[in-house]
């Protein structure tokens, strides 16, 4: 089985760097025109896959959203996940998981094994119980040429007061970026950091030999010639930059919706070449 790591490099070659945020905020249905309620997420849903699952490289639904519709949200978003991942695009579940290392098995059952209906190529974890407690994830990862994206630097301002803080002379990110990048040595590239593209991260990301997602794109401030600048040291063909709504508030209409996808797209690509 190929590695995450080939498989990404392999899809932001061949669609470049922007990964889609499917993030179904309320006020963007009710700018959709759209219901509120499990039919309105469902026809968001369908747009979403239709604009982004043909042309995005990785596409990045933000389950929070979907789990105030219970059971109904979680069947959108399997179809989400589905339909993307046959449409050719990597599919990033963002779960945010972090637990015990046994319960932490329960999340990679229910994410990265083919045996679950919400089954993805890669999911989101804190690593606040510490980084060790995340092996089950990267266990089942492993083996499946998935991948888990670990929270290291995160957009919102409030993150620098635990990612900042001093951890025997390092800082508690950089520690993180060091695991992942320990992880990463075996060259399959399973483990990713996120860090946000919003401002100077101060971390050294040059041996993590794995993918950076940086959300912060469009909505929270960031723009694509910030990218740059901003991950200077880092090799930036792992790099994977993401909006979810600066691209959103184009829709409803499929093909505007694409657009600012493809748009914003062609904005990292030249920043960045
Ligand atoms: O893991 C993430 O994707 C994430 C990490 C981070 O540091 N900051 C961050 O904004 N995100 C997610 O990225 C998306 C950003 O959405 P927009 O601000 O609308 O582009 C949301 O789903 C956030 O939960």
């Known amino acids: 089985m190929t590695g995450f790591g080939p498989r990404f490099r392999a ?8 990964c889609a945020g499917i993030d179904p905020h309320v006020d963007l249905l009710q700018s959709w025109g759209l219901g509120a309620d499990p039919a309105g997420l469902d026809r968001f849903a369908d747009i979403c896959i239709e604009a982004f699952g043909s042309v995005a490289a990785v596409v990045k639904p933000q389950v929070a ?7 109904a949200g979680l069947a959108t978003l399997e179809r989400v996940i589905a339909g993307c991942r046959d449409a050719g695009a990597l599919v990033l579940a963002d779960a945010k998981r972090g637990d015990i290392g046994s319960t932490m098995a329960a999340y990679a059952r229910a994410w990265l094994d083919d045996s679950s209906p919400l089954v993805s190529d890669a999911v989101t974890v804190s690593p606040y119980l510490g980084f060790g407690s995340l092996e089950p994830a990267l266990d089942a990862a492993r083996p499946a040429g998935r991948g888990v994206f670990v929270l290291a630097r995160t957009s919102n301002p409030e993150g620098a007061s635990v990612q900042l803080a001093d951890a025997d002379g390092r800082s508690v990110g950089q520690r993180i970026v060091d695991a992942a990048a320990a992880v990463n040595t075996d060259g399959a590239g399973t483990v990713g950091v996120v860090v946000g593209a919003t401002r100077a991260h101060g971390l050294d990301l040059t041996a993590l030999a794995g993918p950076i997602l940086a959300p ?13 600048p901003v991950f200077a040291e880092a090799d930036l063909d792992w790099l994977l930059p993401a909006s979810s709504r600066g691209v959103l508030r184009a829709g409803p209409d ?7 996808f493809e748009a914003a797209r062609d904005e990292v690509e030249s920043a960045l070449s």
């Open 254 to 260: 499929i093909g505007a919706l694409r657009a600012s």
């Open 11 to 18: 899809a932001v070659t061949a669609r470049g760097r922007l």
């Open 65 to 71: 959203f979907f789990e105030p519709f219970g059971a």
């Open 216 to 228: 912060g794109l469009g909505a929270q401030g960031a723009r694509a010639e910030d990218l740059g």
